[in-house]
């Protein structure tokens, strides 16, 4: 479409500024000639009127004010072809109209309006034939790149080459290039933003606004449409996956998979290299939660695992900071993460996860954000030394066992006490109970299903016994 400066370009047309010329710059999208006192009511935005003076008030306050009225109605700028006896033009209304930016043109009396309402339709028209033009080539494009390739990164590079631009996705809340631009872009280039409409939160961005194929009414809003349903598509798909993860982490915590045997499993979701269970304490601060969190730009590459109880959040995902530094600021300042040492076939799941909370115990008495398992004190594995450790030891080693006996009359706790106080002697224990031998037997048989470890053996008799000092140290058990 034509604009103001291009008007006044045109020699057959003989218009000259007389104020307001910094709004040179103005679209117009029609042409309206009209005398009455009050055009506003007759205009829409964009419109260019034209008038020989024949409704203009005649003193200077009446002017300005209706000149105001006009520009509030959105007109594009002002046309005066005075005819003989119209009121003068005062030069409160000229300054108005350079206070407001708003364009008044001055033209001979002979001027054809005719004239100048056909050159302005025209070039409304030439724009919605271009416009046309551009949609067509737009869809075009768009098709050809779908065929071309199946990952949108590379369909974005395409369509931009293809129409001289250069695009980019932003996520609005953590402000991260989801796929950047394929060009590096010099901070003298402010891109054209226009948001992404939908559930994705993201931004598009556009780089070259003298491409002949933008159009800022129209081809970012059309692609936006579009990238909306490619990147709607994404996150259901990200959303089938996560469920599938959560089942994986389910069936690794209760023992129905080995880790070893889900590593063909992990590898198919991105999850190689040395891979660790962190726990995560958020801080609630953010304004997305646990729900959207495979939704983060850093995990659109990879899928972790992820779990939560009441007061945690779980993940098995590579050992990489950018991960984990990428969860602190989703979940918001204040988060801690807790980290286990890498996975192995060896250390084992559980253990995994136990680590993983025992960390996390232990960065609650400390200022940092995250902290590696490896990386406490090597006492630490003789027993928890703060009532955050000892709860979390407790909740590991004792937890299932805590909610069976919520629904259930036998005291596994009391027994596994009093079975590892006299040195596991199955005699001695069951007198001190008063129970026969086959009914401890069978006590301790439910412990070990419960919790995945056997007490008769040396490792377990050693992690329950840290764990029932815990459980003294917050008086679950007395002595």
Same mark, same amino acid.
């Given at each position: 479409?034509? %604009?103001?400066?291009?008007?006044?370009?045109?020699?057959?047309?003989?218009?000259?500024?007389?104020?307001?010329?910094?709004?040179?710059?103005?679209?117009?999208?029609?042409?309206?000639?009209?005398?009455?006192?009050?055009?506003?009511?007759?205009?829409?935005?964009?419109?260019?009127?034209?008038?020989?003076?024949?409704?203009?008030?005649?003193?200077?306050?009446?002017?300005?004010?209706?000149?105001?009225?006009?520009?509030?109605?959105?007109?594009?700028? @002002?046309?005066?072809?005075?005819?003989?006896?119209?009121?003068?033009?005062?030069?409160?209304?000229?300054?108005?109209?350079?206070?407001?930016?708003?364009?008044?043109?001055?033209?001979?009396?002979?001027?054809?309006?005719?004239?100048?309402?056909?050159?302005?339709?025209?070039?409304?028209?030439?724009?919605?034939?271009?416009?046309?033009?551009?949609?067509?080539?737009?869809?075009?494009?768009?098709?050809?790149? @779908?065929?071309?390739?199946?990952?949108?990164?590379?369909?974005?590079?395409?369509?931009?080459?293809?129409?001289?631009?250069?695009?980019?996705?932003?996520?609005?809340?953590?402000?991260?290039?989801?796929?950047?631009?394929?060009?590096?872009?010099?901070?003298?280039?402010?891109?054209?933003?226009?948001?992404?409409?939908?559930?994705?939160?993201?931004?598009?961005?556009?780089?070259?606004?003298?491409?002949?194929?933008?159009?800022?009414?129209?081809?970012?809003?059309?692609?936006?449409?579009?990238?909306?349903?490619?990147?709607?598509?994404?996150?259901?798909?990200?959303?089938?996956?996560?469920?599938?993860?959560?089942?994986?982490?389910?069936?690794?915590?209760?023992?129905?998979?080995?880790?070893?045997?889900?590593?063909?499993?992990?590898?198919?979701?991105?999850?190689?290299?040395?891979?660790?269970?962190?726990?995560?304490?958020?801080?609630?601060?953010?304004?997305?939660?646990?729900?959207?969190?495979?939704?983060?730009?850093?995990?659109?590459?990879?899928?972790?695992?992820?779990?939560?109880?009441?007061?945690?959040?779980?993940?098995?995902?590579?050992?990489?900071?950018?991960? @984990?530094?990428?969860?602190?600021?989703?979940?918001?300042?204040?988060?801690?993460?807790?980290?286990?040492?890498?996975?192995?076939?060896?250390?084992?799941?559980?253990?995994?996860?136990?680590?993983?909370?025992?960390?996390?115990?232990?960065?609650?008495?400390?200022?940092?954000?995250?902290?590696?398992?490896?990386?406490?004190?090597?006492?630490?594995?003789?027993?928890?030394?703060?009532?955050?450790?000892?709860?979390?030891?407790?909740?590991?080693?004792?937890?299932?066992?805590?909610?069976?006996?919520? %629904?259930?009359?036998?005291?596994?706790?009391? %027994?596994?006490?009093?079975?590892?106080?006299?040195?596991?002697?199955?005699?001695?224990?069951?007198?001190?109970?008063?129970?026969?031998?086959? %009914?401890?037997?069978?006590?301790?048989?439910?412990?070990?299903?419960?919790?995945?470890?056997?007490?008769?053996?040396?490792?377990?008799?050693?992690?329950?016994?840290?764990?029932?000092?815990?459980?003294?140290?917050?008086?679950?058990?007395?002595?």
């Amino acid at each position: 479409m034509i %604009t103001i400066d291009e008007l006044v370009k045109n020699n057959n047309l003989g218009l000259t500024f007389k104020s307001g010329r910094s709004g040179g710059k103005r679209i117009v999208k029609w042409a309206h000639a009209v005398d009455l006192p009050d055009p506003w009511h007759w205009i829409s935005p964009g419109t260019l009127v034209m008038t020989t003076g024949g409704g203009l008030p005649t003193e200077p306050i009446e002017q300005v004010e209706w000149l105001r009225q006009l520009s509030e109605a959105q007109a594009s700028a @002002l046309v005066i072809a005075p005819r003989d006896f119209a009121p003068s033009i005062t030069q409160e209304m000229l300054d108005e109209a350079s206070d407001l930016g708003f364009p008044i043109l001055g033209a001979s009396f002979d001027l054809e309006f005719l004239r100048l309402a056909r050159l302005v339709i025209e070039s409304v028209l030439q724009a919605q034939r271009d416009r046309f033009d551009a949609g067509n080539k737009l869809f075009q494009v768009y098709t050809d790149a @779908l065929w071309e390739s199946s990952q949108l990164d590379e369909r974005l590079h395409i369509i931009g080459q293809k129409l001289s631009l250069n695009l980019q996705i932003l996520d609005n809340e953590t402000l991260t290039p989801i796929f950047n631009f394929s060009s590096p872009v010099s901070k003298e280039n402010i891109p054209y933003s226009v948001k992404i409409p939908g559930r994705t939160q993201t931004t598009l961005n556009i780089i070259n606004k003298e491409s002949r194929f933008f159009d800022e009414t129209f081809l970012p809003r059309i692609l936006a449409g579009l990238l909306s349903i490619e990147l709607e598509r994404e996150m259901i798909d990200r959303d089938g996956i996560r469920e599938e993860g959560e089942a994986l982490f389910d069936d690794l915590l209760n023992g129905e998979i080995e880790f070893g045997a889900a590593k063909i499993m992990l590898e198919r979701r991105g999850l190689q290299g040395k891979l660790v269970t962190i726990a995560i304490d958020p801080s609630n601060k953010g304004s997305r939660q646990y729900t959207d969190i495979h939704h983060i730009p850093e995990f659109y590459k990879i899928y972790p695992l992820f779990s939560r109880d009441k007061n945690r959040i779980f993940a098995v995902l590579p050992d990489d900071s950018n991960l @984990l530094n990428a969860l602190i600021n989703y979940f918001g300042k204040g988060t801690k993460i807790g980290i286990s040492s890498p996975i192995t076939a060896m250390l084992g799941f559980k253990e995994s996860i136990f680590q993983s909370c025992l960390a996390l115990g232990r960065i609650k008495e400390s200022q940092t954000d995250l902290i590696y398992y490896n990386h406490l004190d090597l006492e630490l594995a003789l027993g928890p030394k703060t009532v955050a450790e000892a709860r979390a030891v407790v909740d590991h080693y004792f937890g299932r066992i805590l909610e069976y006996e919520q %629904t259930n009359s036998l005291p596994l706790l009391k %027994t596994l006490a009093v079975f590892l106080k006299y040195d596991g002697n199955w005699k001695v224990t069951a007198s001190k109970l008063d129970i026969h031998r086959q %009914t401890l037997v069978y006590r301790l048989k439910v412990i070990e299903e419960l919790t995945g470890i056997k007490p008769t053996t040396s490792l377990g008799i050693t992690r329950f016994w840290i764990a029932l000092e815990a459980a003294k140290t917050i008086g679950i058990l007395k002595d």
